[in-house]
């Protein structure tokens, strides 16, 4: 016990260094206690610069960082709120949060332990809007909360999963169906046709189609080779005859140093050319594009009208899972078709429109039961139990069937 509280003591004392360059300065140096992963405590050796002018007011200093580790030291064997560890991170000459007093203000009362990804998910609505840009979120919110988090709980900090991509998944997906590509179809060049239908037909990102070199396409095999997707892993993909005739229909493909359009920066390009193609189909004249402001007039015109604009990707992967699903695919089947990494991504924007394939075989059971009790036995699927008597004693009240349509 004795050892435990004197590894616990911090022994800091101000001392004055010199530079390589032979600049003296003064900083509190020795040996203060750190957590370990597995609970221990050890000694290390730091130091820190002190700003003092008076040896009053650098030994006050050294004071107030002996009594700070010691703290950090026992922050584990005792419940430590966020607005603790925040102003333990700060004294110790840390950077302030842009967003410090909001997220103090939210979770500050909070424990430590107790901050997990349910939290800074709930604490990211709060102080961000919803187009928020992942690197700015991640900026200024999760990377200044885990350096707190890390600091005053060593190893035992939360592990907290940074929001790369972070969106608010719409649970009602809608994406374009045969009558929308019946429409914008006859306006699109067969460049854009090509590269759309085959998105929507085999579930591909916009960034894996532009980026394929007429090398890739095999139209004798009937392939389209992907050398590497976003996942990182090569694919080659069996075409559907439609989607090669449509390729074959592009004009001079095979001399092109770009299987579609100018490559992997022309998205934005592919962006317009729907957004035309839709003003056209409903009858709106395509040049107001060209006027200042054109092209977010025609994005809200196209937000009611009857051919609404769809992204890319709505058009591509959002489509391709969505028909699988309610067609009654299974989540498995729809993630390995598709090239997502995990289920668990699929799961998260198309789980609710998953039909599991256990379902038809619920209802065959369950007409099964139905037909039973009405005296039409299905054998195969219920066990014929008429033989067994039902348990009724000579008090009970008549059985009445709530199947039986004829009852009053």
Same mark, same amino acid.
């Given at each position: 016990?004795?050892?435990?509280?004197?590894? *616990?003591?911090?022994?800091?004392?101000?001392?004055?260094?010199?530079?390589?360059?032979?600049?003296?300065?003064?900083?509190?140096?020795?040996?203060?206690?750190?957590?370990?992963?597995? %609970?221990?405590?050890?000694?290390?050796?730091?130091?820190?610069?002190?700003?003092?002018?008076?040896?009053?007011?650098?030994?006050? =200093?050294?004071?107030?960082?002996?009594?700070?580790?010691?703290?950090?030291?026992?922050?584990?064997?005792?419940? +430590?709120? /966020?607005?603790?560890?925040?102003?333990?991170?700060?004294?110790?000459?840390?950077?302030?949060? *842009?967003?410090?007093?909001?997220?103090?203000?939210?979770?500050?009362?909070?424990? $430590?332990?107790?901050?997990?990804?349910?939290?800074?998910? =709930?604490?990211?609505?709060?102080?961000?809007?919803?187009?928020?840009?992942? #690197?700015?979120?991640?900026?200024?919110?999760?990377?200044?909360?885990?350096? &707190?988090?890390?600091?005053?709980?060593?190893?035992?900090?939360?592990?907290?999963?940074?929001?790369?991509?972070?969106?608010?998944?719409?649970?009602?997906?809608?994406?374009?169906?045969?009558?929308?590509?019946?429409?914008?179809?006859?306006?699109?060049?067969?460049?854009?046709?090509?590269?759309?239908?085959?998105?929507?037909?085999?579930?591909?990102?916009?960034?894996?189609?532009?980026?394929?070199?007429?090398?890739?396409?095999?139209?004798?095999?009937?392939?389209?080779? !992907?050398?590497?997707?976003?996942?990182?892993?090569?694919?080659?993909?069996?075409?559907?005859?439609?989607?090669?005739?449509?390729?074959? =229909?592009?004009?001079?493909?095979?001399?092109?140093?770009?299987? /579609?359009?100018?490559?992997?920066?022309?998205?934005?390009?592919?962006?317009?050319?729907?957004?035309?193609? $839709?003003?056209?189909?409903?009858?709106?004249?395509?040049?107001?594009?060209?006027?200042?402001? %054109?092209?977010?007039?025609?994005?809200? +015109?196209?937000?009611?009208?009857?051919?609404?604009?769809?992204?890319?990707?709505?058009?591509?992967?959002?489509?391709?899972?969505?028909? +699988?699903?309610?067609?009654?695919? #299974?989540?498995?089947? &729809?993630?390995?078709?598709? %090239?997502?990494?995990?289920?668990?991504?699929?799961?998260?924007?198309?789980?609710?429109?998953?039909?599991?394939?256990?379902?038809?075989?619920?209802?065959? !059971?369950?007409?099964?039961?139905?037909?039973?009790? =009405?005296?039409? !036995?299905?054998?195969?699927?219920?066990?014929?139990?008429?033989?067994?008597?039902?348990?009724?004693?000579?008090?009970?009240?008549?059985?009445?069937?709530?199947?039986?349509?004829?009852?009053?």
């Amino acid at each position: 016990m004795r050892n435990q509280v004197r590894n *616990i003591r911090a022994k800091l004392r101000p001392v004055l260094r010199r530079k390589k360059d032979g600049t003296a300065y003064w900083a509190a140096r020795g040996f203060v206690p750190v957590r370990a992963p597995d %609970g221990s405590i050890a000694r290390r050796r730091v130091e820190h610069s002190l700003g003092g002018d008076t040896a009053k007011a650098r030994q006050e =200093e050294t004071d107030r960082l002996n009594r700070l580790y010691e703290e950090r030291a026992l922050a584990i064997e005792r419940p +430590l709120t /966020f607005a603790k560890a925040y102003t333990n991170y700060i004294e110790l000459g840390h950077p302030v949060p *842009i967003y410090g007093e909001q997220i103090l203000k939210h979770i500050g009362l909070m424990q $430590c332990q107790d901050i997990d990804d349910t939290v800074m998910v =709930e604490l990211t609505k709060k102080l961000f809007r919803p187009d928020a840009k992942p #690197s700015y979120i991640n900026r200024h919110l999760y990377t200044p909360v885990m350096a &707190v988090l890390r600091l005053a709980l060593k190893g035992k900090a939360p592990q907290l999963s940074r929001p790369k991509g972070y969106k608010d998944k719409n649970p009602n997906i809608a994406i374009p169906n045969a009558t929308w590509f019946r429409a914008v179809f006859p306006h699109m060049g067969p460049d854009t046709r090509a590269l759309l239908l085959f998105m929507t037909m085999h579930g591909r990102r916009l960034g894996d189609a532009l980026g394929r070199k007429p090398s890739d396409f095999d139209p004798e095999e009937g392939t389209l080779i !992907v050398e590497r997707t976003k996942t990182g892993d090569p694919l080659m993909i069996d075409l559907h005859p439609q989607v090669v005739r449509a390729f074959l =229909e592009m004009p001079d493909w095979q001399r092109r140093r770009w299987l /579609f359009r100018d490559g992997p920066t022309s998205g934005s390009n592919v962006r317009k050319d729907v957004t035309v193609a $839709c003003l056209k189909a409903n009858g709106i004249d395509p040049r107001i594009v060209e006027e200042k402001g %054109g092209w977010k007039r025609a994005a809200r +015109l196209l937000e009611d009208a009857p051919i609404p604009y769809y992204s890319p990707h709505e058009i591509g992967r959002h489509a391709f899972a969505t028909r +699988l699903l309610r067609a009654g695919y #299974s989540l498995q089947y &729809v993630k390995d078709a598709g %090239g997502w990494k995990t289920i668990e991504v699929v799961s998260q924007i198309y789980g609710h429109l998953e039909r599991k394939e256990w379902t038809m075989g619920v209802h065959k !059971v369950g007409d099964a039961l139905i037909d039973q009790i =009405e005296g039409q !036995v299905v054998s195969g699927y219920i066990p014929d139990d008429s033989h067994i008597p039902p348990t009724v004693s000579s008090s009970s009240p008549p059985v009445r069937s709530t199947f039986d349509v004829n009852e009053q």
